[in-house]
């Protein structure tokens, strides 16, 4: 992405949320204007976006490489049925509330899929079911991904070792980044700057000891971190 831009479509999703701008230059505080930037966004790319920050606001759709030969180019006037439709929807319900109803699945995804199942709620209940089936097995998907990373792999030594961390209070960084490491290739292998901070990333507390850095149990954190990458069920 652009430089400059992250905040614009990062923040879509949320209402009430602006950013700034400079329209003049040469008024350094009179020049900055604060545009609203609410609203449903359509980002179209055919090379994949590594940005979980990115991943973590949109419902990606992949679309397949398609063998057809299409002759006619594709215009926008060939939507402009569904766009008037969708204005008459709009300008019927304006103001009126959308059925309230919990979230289809947790956290984030929850926050933007919700409005979607809301609109069809309204008109086919039942229809709304299949949907938050879709929304609960693209969820899935997405931790059965995180499990691949190498927070969740340092996730796992830690898990297998909390017994003796509970009993202790206390693990030593190295010796998970060792665990880690070992039957592991040298191409990947972690140092220990790594190690600490993905132990960092993962919301554990860390203390400078006599016998080096070591991880603070926390009971807490350990069931949020095995929820959030699908070693134990929400």
Not at 154 to 175: F, M
């Amino acid at each position: 992405m652009r430089n400059g831009c992250e905040d614009v479509l990062l923040n879509r999703y949320e209402r009430g949320v602006g950013t700034p701008r400079v329209n003049k230059p040469d008024l350094p505080i009179e020049g900055i204007e604060q545009f609203e930037i609410f609203g449903a966004t359509v980002i179209a790319t055919n090379k994949p976006i590594n940005d979980d920050a990115m991943e973590s606001r949109t419902i990606p759709i992949e679309m397949p490489e398609s063998s057809r030969d299409f002759e006619n180019p594709v215009t926008s006037a060939d939507a402009l049925s569904i766009r008037e439709r969708c204005l008459a929807y709009r300008a019927i319900h304006f103001e009126q509330a959308l059925p309230e109803i919990s979230k289809p699945v947790p956290k984030r995804f929850g926050d933007i899929t919700k409005p979607l199942v809301q609109v069809v709620y309204e008109f086919d209940p039942k229809r709304a079911k299949v949907l938050v089936d879709l929304f609960a097995k693209m969820r899935q998907d997405r931790v059965q991904e995180s499990v691949q990373t190498t927070e969740a792999q340092v996730l796992q030594v830690l898990i297998d070792q909390e017994q003796d961390w509970v009993q202790s209070g206390e693990i030593r960084v190295e010796k998970v980044r060792e665990l880690f490491n070992l039957e592991r290739p040298d191409r990947f292998h972690i140092a220990p700057k790594t190690a600490g901070n993905i132990v960092n990333s993962l919301g554990f507390k860390k203390k400078k000891m006599t016998h080096g850095m070591v991880i603070t149990w926390d009971a807490e954190i350990m069931d949020a971190m095995k929820r959030r990458y699908g070693f134990i069920q929400n």
